[in-house]
DNA sequence: TGAATACTGTTCCATAAGGCTAAGTATCAC
DNA sequence: GTGATACTTAGCCTTATGGAACAGTATTCA
């Protein structure tokens, strides 16, 4: 169903919705079922499910059924690839910081 | 036009967009006009502002506008939003790991 | 075996997202 | 003040998203 050329942009699009943050909460705490997890929410099963397939879709969690119960439980390192993208965008202030500082640096050499 | 009851929708849903992703790239080597960013994207002008609009939207971005030029430049201080729902994140995998732990180690103590 | 449970599949609906074109406004350079 | 530049506004189109209802399948329990 879901076709992302990035990895990120289903991870994003799943972390975008509360009740799929909701989730990942709950299944930080440990694996759960589909109806124990559905039942905080005030929504039919089916649209319920759509969440749990945006989750599975983007890798945050992973699913098995055994017997007629289907177990949730999350997948934390997927997790590293928001890490990885975090730390990315914070190298790119650094290096523009570091050139920064450089210039000023650089510029007080000159200065004496 | 965004109306997020809270902010981590428009976080999320912003950076879920590899255009978007790409802009605060961009951004992260320093601020830039709205022409420059668009430039290396084949896209209408209109729409590539619907991005910068999202971006501001949730935050990721600030704009300013002198003349008829509008110059963008991050926020990073908004992405300690995200930071700080990562580490709630992954302090339930913690906890549930020290009460594994904590469990293990009582269970190891009665083996004795 | 028959009833209850736990999903699953299908279809529908309203709204939002992401793209477009065309036309408008405000500066800036001459 | 005219033309070019740099957005902006408005409206349209197509697809995706998040919800619903309803019917179906597969297990489990009595």
Chains 1, 2 share one sequence.
């Not at 994003?12 to 989730?23: E, G, M, N």
């Not at 705490?29 to 879709?57: N, Q, T, V, W, Y």
């Not at 439980?73 to 050139?99: H, K, N, P, V, Y």
């Amino acid at each position: 169903m879901e076709q992302y050329s990035d990895p990120l942009d289903g991870i994003f699009q799943a972390l975008a919705d509360p009740t799929r943050r909701a989730v990942l909460a709950r299944l930080g705490r440990g694996p759960a079922s589909i109806s124990d997890l559905a039942a905080p929410f005030d929504m039919a099963l089916p649209s319920f499910m759509k969440h749990i397939h945006a989750l599975e879709g983007s890798g945050l969690i992973r699913t098995q059924k055994q017997g007629r119960v289907r177990t949730c439980a999350i997948e934390e390192s997927r997790f590293a690839a928001i890490e990885a993208w975090m730390s990315t965008q914070r190298a790119l202030w650094q290096g523009r910081t570091d050139r920064l500082e450089q210039f000023v640096t650089s510029a007080e050499n000159k200065e004496k």
